[in-house]
């Protein structure tokens, strides 16, 4: 007999499973589970965070859990991960949760806001300012159970092949740039599109697209943005620290030992402080390579343009919270524990980066 559950949620999505018999896990069984990801196989810093995230999770358990990772297209297409796992094809996803904005506005909250947290921030808000809470009921909707699993640091503003002087140079702009940054780009006059980090330098270098953000030097340089535009602009002030996650059936999860359950959480909260360290580290080498030796022009965002872009990111995360109640919740959690955090950051890591500099 079959019985089809329908999942309340934002997209709608519909879910077929099959009613099991009860579950009996004996601390021999080994669970084999698949992760799929949005990303190309052994990238740089986000496919090879996943590949050590499913190793950890595999070391931790003694092999009671088996993690094999699938790069995007593998077993399914970069974009279709989240329902993959939503419908138990796979058992883990490694993607960023604004790929999900067409299931709900609300999911770009979880991965970054304009404006909005650096990584050291949105981990406060996570694990200790109700964040994780709100992301819970949210998956739980999608028969998933989210976690942390990485983060990018603090991001480039992205490629151009040319100038950025002004606010009207951002009109007719086509530029690959998604989540809440690309609705903030749509306003100024741009148009935003989203494509999966394998087409990106194809989409640049052919004219498809005229700009491109991905994520910083190093993950950059690996794709050859550079071979297709020569400016490269700063800072990323549409992803200050863009939370990358893992995401987890909930049958599947819900079938694991407890001793299990959070290994899988630990192992995600350990991928989470290990991508960002990564990143940082090669970051800055990149960075140098580009410039020494691919001579890349390294631009600041001129102020006005950055004062623009701000003005119309809070209009845009506005508008969302005023358009659905749960991502009023979401917004309201939010902007208390920003307004909370930015007073502390001030006098903290941005006087210190000051005085640092000075
Ligand atoms: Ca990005």
Redesign the pocket.
Known sequence: MQRRQFIRGLGGVVAGTALSAPHVVSAKTTHRWKMVTAWPKNFPGLGTGANRLAERITRMSGGRIRVKVYGAGELVPAFEAFDAVSRGTAQMGHAGPYYWKGKGEVFQFFSAVPFGFTPQEVNAWLYHGGGMDLWRRLYADFNLVPAAAGNTGT?MAGWFRKEINSVADLKGLKMRIPGLGGEVLRRAGGTPVNIPGGELFTALQSGAIDAT???GPYNDLAFGLYKAAKYYYYPGWH?PG?VIECFINKKAFDALPKDLQHIVLTACQAANLDMLAEMTARNQQALETLVTKHGVQVKPLPDDVLKKLKSLAAEVVAEIAAGDPFARQVYDSYRGFHRQVSAWSAIAEQAFMRARSL
Request: net charge negative; glycine share 0%.
């Open positions: 991001q953000e991905w994520v992803e863009s």
